[in-house]
């Protein structure tokens, strides 16, 4: 769940990151501690994570996206 804020104190714009519109990651079981860094030579926030899939043997392994809003990861 991601929101925004001005001050720290009064927060809006909840939404939900969808981290299962990748291919890769359409049967993760679980996705683990999502993290944020603002790229300022992209001008983009680079999200990275973990996850499993439920349907193969392969350990946790880490993914990353950009986003400029949250809502849309490339």
């Given amino acids: ?3 925004d ?3 720290l104190t009064e ?3 909840e939404r939900i990151i969808d981290f299962i519109q990748f291919e ?3 049967k993760a079981n679980r996705v683990w501690a999502p993290e944020v860094i603002f790229d300022k030579a992209k001008g983009e926030y680079l999200i990275y994570w973990t996850h499993n899939n ?4 392969l350990d946790t392994i880490p993914w990353y996206a950009y986003s400029k809003d949250f809502t849309t990861l490339k």
């Fill in 1 to 3: 769940v991601v929101w």
């Fill in 5 to 7: 804020s001005e001050n």
């Fill in 11 to 13: 927060w809006k714009n």
């Fill in 24 to 26: 890769s990651t359409k």
């Fill in 54 to 57: 439920a349907d193969d043997d």
